[in-house]
């Protein structure tokens, strides 16, 4: 079983930046797709960005694109999220999550991954 812990969320004005981590344990993961979600109160879960962990290929929602930037680094099994340019909207409990399926084009709903993390909150001031 993978285990996904999430850090680095916060309170941030608008306009600034965050980095958030997701550290996975538990086994290895070529073939792993790693993504990340958030949720806003009163909303729906949707998806923020992914990327595949063995050939490094990525996938952004329209809304962060240009602002968010996934990477992963193999040996510390850590997927980073740089978070630029943020915005009140983007206020929302961010979570990790894990595919262990490999796929061919990287999903984008929730049900399609089956490891998450507890979230970290992100809050950005206007």
């Known amino acids: 079983q993978v285990q996904l812990v999430e850090s680095g969320g916060g309170l941030v004005q608008a306009g600034g930046s965050l980095r958030l981590s997701c550290a996975a344990s538990?086994?290895?993961?070529?073939?792993?797709?790693m993504a990340w979600f958030r949720q806003a109160p009163g909303n729906e879960r949707e998806f923020v960005a992914a990327v595949m962990w063995s050939s490094g290929r990525t996938n952004y929602a329209d809304s962060v694109k240009g602002r968010f930037t996934i990477s992963r680094d193999k040996a510390k099994r850590t997927v980073y999220p740089q978070m630029n340019s943020l915005k009140p909207e983007y206020t929302a409990i961010y979570y990790c999550a894990a595919r262990s399926t490999p796929a061919l084009t990287i999903r984008l709903l929730g049900y399609e991954y089956n490891n998450w993390g507890q979230g970290t909150q992100v809050t950005v001031s206007s």
């Open positions: 538990g086994r290895t993961f070529s073939g792993y797709t």
